[in-house]
């Protein structure tokens, strides 16, 4: 286990559930004094019987302006000069279904948590992290290196946090500040549950006359999620990775987490677009062109 220096202090976003509740309670009991990002109170509760006295939970909707303004408001107040050591943008949800029928106030949704509340949060605490070379750590997925149809805007989101975060390794590199992206394949959380709910009631309000032309290849994705989610790895891997990018005298920038994430990035890595394209179709049993 890594050494935390007194009162190192850390934020993380969407911490009510799964990975965030997991490494929120993981780094503090490291030591870490963790401000765990909740949307409301009682998500807060859980959290403070399960972690020490240090570990605070903060109101934090990361696609509210005054919210985020709030919070920093708050850890500022409460860390004083010493600034943070850390910032965990966690938050994310999962927005599925055919891009052809897909409303774009879906995408907009997806891309304003996954990508533009994670980029509005990084500036609301930069000042508090550039005060003691914090790090950034954001929660990226193995579908930001790999796309699987009908979670395209979930996937090209997350391929657009790793633009973010390379851009602001790169642009924050003067400072000392390292970022780093987290890739975790499948991990049994309740995102799974929440995303089929999200697109059953998304593909029951799209009236949208090419929508049942999907429904076959669709239900092929479905089950392939079933099947990902019941082979699941636990949250505890992910914390670990989000332990080292924090506390690692040199972090990756890069962190695989799961066996499925690591073989699906070798076989983007080494494959032909076109082979991948055929390899993944014949795992999805998709029906053949008509
Ligand atoms: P959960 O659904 O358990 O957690 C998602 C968290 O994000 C919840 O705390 C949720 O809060 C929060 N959240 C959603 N919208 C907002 C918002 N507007 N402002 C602040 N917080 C918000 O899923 P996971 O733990 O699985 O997901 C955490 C991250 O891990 C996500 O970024 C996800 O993409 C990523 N990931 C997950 C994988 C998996 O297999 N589980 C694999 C790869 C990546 P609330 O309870 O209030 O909705």
Same mark, same amino acid.
């Given at each position: ?9 850390? @934020? ?15 780094? /503090? $009991? ?13 998500? !807060? ?15 934090? /909707? ?18 004083? !000069?010493?600034?943070?050591? !850390? =910032?965990?943008?966690?938050? !994310? ?8 029928? =897909? +409303?774009? %106030? ?20 930069? +000042? ?14 193995? *579908? ?53 709910? %999200? ?15 999907? *429904?076959?290849?669709?239900?092929? @994705? ?6 990902? $989610? ?5 949250? /505890? $891997? ?9 506390? %690692?005298?040199? +972090? ?13 990035? #070798?076989?983007?890595?080494? =494959?032909?677009?076109?082979?991948? /394209? @055929?390899? #993944?179709?014949?795992? #999805? ?6």
């Amino acid at each position: 286990m890594a050494l935390v220096l007194p009162m190192q202090s850390v @934020v993380i976003t969407g911490a009510s559930t799964g990975i965030g509740a997991a490494c929120a309670l993981h780094l /503090d $009991a490291l030591g870490f004094r963790v401000f765990a990002g909740v949307r409301r109170h009682e998500d !807060g509760a859980p959290l403070r019987v399960r972690g020490s006295q240090r570990l605070l939970p903060v109101l934090l /909707d990361v696609t509210d302006a005054v919210s985020i303004a709030q919070a920093a408001a708050q850890v500022h107040e409460a860390v004083g !000069g010493e600034g943070i050591a !850390g =910032l965990v943008n966690n938050a !994310g949800i999962v927005v599925a279904g055919p891009l052809e029928v =897909l +409303p774009i %106030a879906e995408l907009r949704k997806q891309f304003g948590v996954n990508v533009i509340g994670a980029l509005a949060v990084t500036q609301a605490f930069l +000042p508090l992290l550039r005060v003691r070379r914090g790090r950034i750590v954001n929660m990226g997925s193995i *579908a930001g290196r790999v796309t699987v149809p009908f979670l395209g805007p979930y996937s090209m989101s997350k391929f657009a946090l790793e633009a973010m975060t390379t851009a602001l390794r790169l642009e924050l590199d003067g400072w000392g500040i390292e970022v780093s992206i987290v890739e975790p394949g499948a991990i049994a959380t309740p995102i799974w549950e929440k995303s089929i709910k %999200a697109a059953d009631l998304l593909q029951a309000s799209t009236t949208h006359d090419a929508l049942p032309l999907y *429904a076959e290849h669709f239900a092929c @994705v479905r089950r392939a999620i079933d099947e990902a $989610a019941r082979r699941a790895i636990s949250v /505890d $891997a992910v914390a670990r990775a989000v332990e080292h990018a924090l506390t %690692a005298r040199r +972090p990756r920038t890069h962190y695989l987490v799961g066996s499925d994430a690591k073989f699906r990035a #070798l076989l983007a890595l080494l =494959l032909p677009h076109r082979m991948q /394209d @055929v390899l #993944l179709r014949w795992f #999805l049993k998709f029906p053949r062109r008509r």
